[in-house]
């Protein structure tokens, strides 16, 4: 397995930002994808992707192989869950490596949350999804979306070798769309993917990433 990029890389944090003040969107009012509700919030805040990561995603989609479709699971996240996720996975590593470091621990929680003055699913650049068949049937791709480390054994890791010939396939299909339509894969989570996030700037030499961190209620609210 090639060596991964961790989110807590200081080379990512040193990536700058400038904003182009895209706004946010709504992936529900668009049809032609696949929308799930399982991360679904009361302010509806998981369905809201910047415009140009959602024309991507439709792209990534006629890319697909006949009989794929892109199931979207979550977009935004507002900062102060994405805290709460950093901090809670944060304390379950603790507890259960009491001899690590505050840095050691940064760093093994970034494998499955984004620290979150860093975290793309803020800047509503970052979108988890998974495959679907032409009847909207969810499809097997190795792991739970969500699966951590620990208890998957590592197989979340999008290259991961522990999971069946049928799921690398998939993978290997829905990566090779999301990659030809512009998107980069944060490789320790299958399902994770963004673009003009920091994460997608260092990996593409862009000079700085296009979306930071974004209040939902302030985007809705600006005039276009």
Known sequence: MAEITLMSDPRVAAVPVSECGEP????????RLLVDGRAA????AY????????????????????????LFIEG????ELQRHYFERYSARLRAAHPAWSEAE???????????PELAPHSAGAA???????ADGRELDMGTPWDA?????????????ANIPAEARARRDALGAALTSAGLVNYPTEWWHWSYGDRYWALHTGAPAALYGPRDLAESLTETP
């Open 127 to 133: 979108v988890d999804l998974t495959l679907a068949d």
């Open 105 to 115: 621990i940064r760093a093994a929680a970034s494998r499955y949350v984004s620290p």
């Open 47 to 70: 369905a809201y992707l910047r415009q140009g990561l959602l024309e991507r995603l439709l792209a990534a989609q006629s890319a697909l192989p006949p009989g794929l479709r892109l």
């Open 148 to 160: 951590t480390p620990e208890e998957s054994a590592r197989a979340c890791y999008t290259e991961a």
């Open 41 to 44: 919030d009361p302010a509806g």
């Open 76 to 79: 935004y996240r507002p900062p």
């Open 24 to 31: 946010l969107t709504d992936v529900r009012h668009t049809p």
